[in-house]
């Protein structure tokens, strides 16, 4: 089987990480090729595949919609290569690659959302038009698959939920520091961007400070992207550049998320994420957002607290009661949370998504 993987870029992010880890999961298998196109430009993902072995196909186009050489450019290469199955992940991919594929005759097309649209009526005629390309559409998650019946863009028949993969972390313990050598350390990993509300985790764990005296918390946050240096400057007018580390992209983020206690995340939405799984993988108890996918994964209390992204006392509050836990009781979350991220495997990732392509 010839499979077409198509998504925006190949740099970091959700999407990203997604691919790798089927290509990675692919090379495991037998009878499939592969094949990874990234629209727009490559970076730190591509380089990764690189290093397995495995060369992305990266166009170098704008990815803005509509873009008709990037169309063409598809259409092209599908005529060519004759692939079974072209898989699209993201909007532009959906956008551009479903309707390449239906001009090129291929036989199965799947689309996939990846998180919550906000699409006006004239987008959403759009992409009912283009979903109607496609044999299947993947949603990351039930609300993420809601949303898009709910605007009318794709029937409930088309619509499969199959979770994010994650890679599995080995169940190792990170660097062991001194208890009383250690503060409490929260975790947040994400792209630095307006819709993982950052700023108000900042004001939260300001206040959390306060509450607990100095030098007894610290918030790392790794990750890169746009709202960096604001992020920054906002540190400073707070006053927490001694209890706040910009720690920015990280290959390997297990090493970090073993040295910390909590990990959190208050996005305004959220339509899996990756970063909490890998986190409760790592023995994590979790504060994250009630909107989205991380409501269907974490079981409040037993593993985490879900929390109003809009409310900063909320969030606050949520800190605190991870904080002030005992011990024994934090641990006994955590241990709840590996048990679950630990059913997020690539293999059974790969596995849903044979039995889509053979469908």
């Known amino acids: 089987m010839n499979v077409f993987r198509i998504v925006p870029f190949l740099d970091f992010g959700g999407v990203e990480q997604r691919v790798k880890l089927t290509a990675f999961g692919f090379q495991d298998g037998d009878g499939v090729h592969l094949s990874i196109v990234a629209l727009g430009h490559g970076g730190k993902i591509s380089e990764e595949l690189i290093e397995k072995g495995i060369e992305p196909l990266i166009l170098g ?114 660097v062991n520091l001194p208890k009383e050598a250690r503060k409490f350390v929260f975790i947040t990993v994400c792209r630095l961007v307006p819709v993982k509300n950052i700023k108000m985790l900042l004001r939260s764990f300001q206040q959390l400070a306060i509450q607990v005296g100095p030098g007894k918390v610290v918030l790392h946050i790794v ?26 992209f990280q290959k390997d983020v297990s090493f970090f998320l073993r040295n910390s206690d909590a990990f959190v995340l208050p996005s305004f939405s959220e339509g899996f994420s990756i970063a909490m799984v890998e986190a409760m993988q790592c023995g994590l108890p979790s504060i994250v957002t009630k909107v989205g996918g991380p409501a269907e994964i974490i079981e409040e209390p037993k593993t985490g607290f879900l929390i109003d992204p809009h409310s900063e006392k909320k969030l606050t509050e949520a800190m605190w009661k991870v904080y002030s836990m005992a011990e024994a009781d934090r641990k006994l979350m955590g241990y709840r949370a590996r048990a679950k991220g630990g059913t997020f495997s690539p293999k059974y990732y790969v596995d849903r998504l044979m039995k889509l392509y053979l469908q």
């Open 61 to 174: 186009y704008s990815v803005r919609i509509p873009n008709l050489k990037l169309i063409y450019r598809l259409y092209c290469i599908f005529k060519e290569q004759q692939p079974d199955v072209v898989h699209c992940s993201g909007s532009e991919a959906n956008f551009h690659g479903l309707l390449a594929a239906k001009m090129a005759g291929v036989k199965i097309k799947i689309g996939e959302e990846i998180g919550f649209p906000k699409h006006h009526v004239w987008w959403r005629i759009t992409f009912r038009a283009i979903y109607s390309f496609a044999d299947h559409v993947i949603a990351i998650s039930h609300v993420v698959a809601d949303k898009i019946v709910e605007l009318g863009e794709v029937p409930r028949k088309k619509v499969r939920v199959i979770y994010n993969p994650v890679q599995t972390l080995p169940m190792l313990g990170g």
């Open 223 to 248: 990750g890169e992207g746009p709202e960096g240096a604001e992020l920054m400057r906002a540190c400073e007018e707070l006053n927490l550049n001694d209890s706040v580390r910009f720690l920015g």
